[in-house]
């Protein structure tokens, strides 16, 4: 026999999330994961999955009947999309200004997809007229973009543009909001979009392990008239719907304590309001926004298409990124992190989400933010960058 190993109790350090996911959990959350399980097709656990089903129509801002919880992350919920809408030699369409697009064209390739992209630069969002060209190009069935692109800090704006140009070709719109749904305005069925999928772990203040996805009936009746079956059993749209449609028969094991985090996160958001929400995330990251440009720095996004859940703050000269990190996690219990692709060593990234959306978390941010960056050597201010915030949280 081998020797039981010896773990220690479980005590996870005090950290402040302000990166791209997770975020802070509320804590009715947590407490909402250490309440009982029930059997997964007990009457109570069907209550709750209504529940969840109630509170993501009202988020995604849809009457979509096939709205549910993918079991598993944001890129769980995002190959269920793609990996049921996209067929063997579909053509499809997506972004190239991120790290997330490229992933949308990494799981549609493997669901047998021919994939296009439709080209920004990292920093910017896509133009609709170069979408426009995209389509008279290659003329794809399928296309998605991002809506909030975690790895740039780029909100998508322009979207019932985009589903425009799209549905005027006959292809089908798949939208990633897993990093701005419940923190910044998105509107299903008003911009139209077919598929839409989040996360739960970035804008409501819940762990990772329940996707958010709705998809209308228009990318419903595709996915029913599909040729070939869905490569991903697990993920397949027709068995994981016999467990969340009327039927409620097993497909697999509900993850039971993380359909109650979803629920209760959701309860946060009907109690608070989604436009009560999209201003809380506005208003808390405003701050921070103001904090960074009152030092001088700033941001690497155009004010037009900032993203609240996600700032990319500029790294400044002669600062080396990976030490302010360090230096935020050990010494603050902070968590940001830096830039990808293009950006690596060019911003931090500084998430405003959820639950770490908060005025105290950015106060926080902003004053340990500043010191550590006078600190590592950089011609800042940090007093002017923690008034700032501060004042704007709070307007005299
Ligand atoms: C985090 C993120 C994902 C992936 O989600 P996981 O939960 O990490 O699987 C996809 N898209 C965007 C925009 C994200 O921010």
């Not at 064209?105 to 994939?115: F, K, N, P, T, Y």
């Not at 993380?258 to 999209?278: I, P």
Request: proline share 6%; charged share 25%; aromatic share 8%.
């Amino acid at each position: 026999m081998n020797d039981a190993p010896e773990i220690d109790e479980l005590v996870p350090p005090d950290r402040t999330l302000m990166g791209p996911g997770p975020s802070d959990v509320h804590p009715r959350v947590l407490r909402s994961m250490a309440t009982p399980l029930v059997g997964y097709l007990d009457d109570y656990c069907v209550e709750v999955m209504n529940d969840v089903q109630d509170g993501l129509r009202y988020l995604f801002q849809t009457d979509n009947e096939h709205t549910f919880a993918v079991s598993g992350t944001g890129s769980a919920a995002m190959e269920t999309a793609f990996g049921n809408l996209v067929e063997p030699g579909e053509t499809v369409l997506v972004p190239d200004n991120g790290y997330f697009g490229a992933r949308m064209g990494e799981i549609a390739e493997r669901a047998g997809g021919e994939v296009v992209t439709v080209e920004a630069p990292w920093g910017e969002p896509l133009d609709p007229a170069d979408v426009e060209a995209a389509f008279d190009e290659h003329s794809p069935t399928v296309f998605g973009f991002v809506h909030g692109e975690t790895s740039t800090g780029v909100r998508q704006t322009s979207v019932s543009d985009l589903t425009g140009i799209a549905h005027e070709n006959d292809a089908y719109v798949v939208a990633d909001t897993v990093a701005s749904l419940g923190g910044v305005e998105f509107h299903t069925d008003e911009w139209d979009v077919d598929a839409v999928y989040s996360g739960s772990q970035k804008c409501l203040s819940a762990p990772p392990g329940a996707s958010p996805i709705t998809f209308n009936e228009r990318a419903v009746e595709k996915v029913r008239t599909r040729e070939e079956p869905v490569r991903s059993w697990y993920l397949d749209f027709e068995g994981v719907w016999e467990y969340w449609g009327e039927e409620r028969n097993y497909h697999h094991t509900g993850p039971i304590s993380t359909l109650y985090a979803l629920r209760e996160a959701l309860r946060l958001v009907s109690e608070e309001g989604l436009e009560g929400t999209w201003d809380r995330h506005e208003r808390v990251a405003g701050a921070l926004k103001e904090g960074v440009e009152a030092m001088g720095i700033g941001l690497n996004v155009a004010d037009e298409h900032w993203l609240p859940t996600l700032n990319p703050v500029r790294v400044p000269d002669g600062v080396d990124d990976g030490e302010v990190i360090d230096r935020l996690i050990e010494d603050h219990g902070i968590e940001i992190v830096g830039g990808l692709g293009a950006l690596d060593g060019e911003v931090f990234r500084v998430g405003c989400m959820g639950h770490s959306a908060r005025p105290a978390n950015v106060t926080q941010f902003m004053a340990a933010f500043g010191s550590v960056l006078a600190d590592g050597g950089a011609d800042v201010d940090p007093e002017a960058g923690a008034g700032a915030a501060a004042s704007a949280l709070d307007p005299k």
